[in-house]
């Protein structure tokens, strides 16, 4: 009986001892190499999306979305080619320090770079094209009066940037959003227009490489960042070295942890490099992560998102009235959308005359500042501080809990959408619009954090604060020159304590 006992308790340890490991998916602590089918449905400040009047009908989408998931980078192919050479050095060091074999993890010394013998990287794989032409079908299901005429681009406009794996997944979305709409192949797919803005230009998807205030502000600012993420990685390398035994550098357990990223997200290997680090280590890792987000792309720095005010102007106009002549930028697109469906509508032009969609490809670094510009994650104190162009708290570090999380904000094929409904005529207000983030309701600190609010709520308190300033007054005035005319830029407070936030970067490599 005795026996019996001790047998059932070590079963009982063993179970919560695997419940434990279970618990914890590395999976979800990617940043924004997170897959999209992970980060999707992940609740974080997800609310129980309004009651939208059955008498409301959707009259206009607009989409913002970043790429689906991508191969590393020629960079990081070639650092992937030195962290094999450098395992089997740390291996053969090991052995010849007589150090225990069973204290090395077995693949090590074995290891070899999945992308062994490639050249050029960056491209959008299978698994990314599945998110997109997932997501274009979803889409089509969820608003099926949207899509229920024949495809013409005036009235799906689709943009992408010019960098190829944008337009790949353009092209992956529209496949499924328009499938079976057409008589080409088994799939009866039709041909659909996908444009582009010449990437030296494009300040509505490419602000980031468009601004030079940015390229310079992210320049001077990278250095400092390294240093706050310093304490970290020697943190982790002091634990790595002691649990393993092997000489790691600082430089070594950036590169695994890079690894870690690639294979837990692009092939779903988690028995690897992921496993070198313990659950803590990884929360630690993924925090220093996304402060470089929050510092360099987000609500580190009111410029981040500030140069993002383009493309939140062309959403607003999209739905409200027609297209100015003139070439708006990202935020004016969105609102521009906006203003042209309600024209049509209150015009009762027939239906194939107006737009009904405006769906844009991108990047990290346009989603993160396009979210940041609609202040999400933040809650009414923090939008309020943003609006004024005052500088955030860094995110606290673990074990303490935050909101901005680049999982969360800008996984591969991450996206918001703007949907313009139009309300009985009896109603006061007529339009409303609802906010979507990865396809679920998210509150809005400027629609008093509902999803679901009257368009001239939206404008008045989302869009207008951030219309100050033009575009080329804040990218490319002298902000040293104080002669010129030009706003202020808020500088991120360093503390000891930081976090991330992220949103664009200027460089020419984009994520």
Not at 347 to 363: I, T, V
Request: aromatic share 8%.
């Amino acid at each position: 009986m005795a026996m019996k006992t001790v047998w059932i308790v070590l079963l009982c340890l063993f179970v919560i001892a695997q419940a434990d490991q279970g618990g914890f998916d590395v999976r979800h602590h990617l940043s924004t190499v997170t897959r999209y089918s992970v980060s999707k449905d992940v609740t974080q400040n997800l609310i129980e999306g309004s009651k939208v009047p059955s008498e409301c009908t959707p009259i206009h989408l607009n989409l913002v979305a970043r790429h689906g998931t991508r191969s590393p980078t020629k960079k990081r192919l070639r650092e992937l080619e030195n962290l094999a050479g450098r395992l089997k050095e740390l291996v053969r060091d090991a052995e010849a320090r007589n150090l225990p074999s069973d204290k090395i993890p077995g693949w090590l010394g074995k290891w070899v770079s999945p992308w062994q013998g490639k050249v050029k990287g960056g491209e959008l794989i299978r698994q990314g094209e599945d998110e997109l032409y997932q997501l274009g079908v979803r889409v089509r299901e969820r608003f099926p009066t949207l899509f229920e005429e024949d495809y013409h681009p005036d009235v799906y406009t689709i943009r992408a940037t010019q960098i190829p794996r944008a337009s790949a997944s353009a092209v992956a979305f529209g496949m499924g959003l328009f499938s079976e709409k057409g008589d080409l192949g088994p799939g009866r797919n039709r041909a659909f227009a996908v444009t582009s803005e010449n990437r030296a230009s494009d300040t509505k998807l490419r602000f980031f490489e468009c601004c030079q205030n940015y390229k310079s502000y992210r320049k001077a600012k990278e250095p400092a960042v390294d240093k706050l993420k310093e304490p970290v990685l020697n943190k982790i390398t002091a634990s790595v070295v002691k649990r393993y035994g092997l000489s790691f550098t600082k430089q070594d357990v950036s590169s695994l942890w890079f690894l870690c990223k690639q294979e837990a997200s692009l092939l779903n290997v988690t028995n690897q490099s992921c496993e070198l680090f313990t659950p803590s280590e990884v929360a630690l890792l993924e925090w220093a992560d996304d402060l470089e987000v929050f510092i360099l792309k987000g609500y580190g720095n009111s410029l981040n998102y500030k140069m993002g005010v383009p493309l939140l102007e062309d959403v607003l106009h999209s739905m409200e009235a027609a297209i100015k002549a003139r070439e708006v930028p990202l935020l004016e697109d969105v609102l521009h959308s906006m203003e042209a469906a309600i024209k049509a509508r209150e015009e009762n032009l027939p239906p194939g005359s107006y737009e009904k969609a405006r769906l844009r490809f991108a990047h990290a670094e346009t989603i993160v500042p396009f979210s940041c510009l609609l202040g999400l994650f933040l809650d009414a104190s923090e939008f309020e501080k943003i609006q004024k162009e005052k500088p955030l708290e860094l995110p606290p570090q673990p074990p303490k809990t935050r909101d901005f999380k680049g999982s969360t904000m800008a996984p591969f094929g991450g996206n918001n959408m703007l949907v313009l409904y139009s309300c009985p005529a009896a109603s006061s207000p007529k339009y409303f619009v609802q906010v979507l983030h990865n396809e679920h309701p998210i509150a809005v600190p400027g629609c008093d954090g509902k999803d679901f609010c009257p368009l001239e709520d939206f404008k008045a308190k989302v869009v207008t604060p951030h219309l100050k300033h033009a575009f080329d007054n804040l990218c490319n005035a002298n902000l040293d020159d104080p002669k010129q005319n030009h706003p202020s830029v808020s500088k991120p407070e360093i503390r000891l304590s930081i976090i991330v936030c992220f949103l664009f970067v200027c460089p020419l490599a984009t994520v």
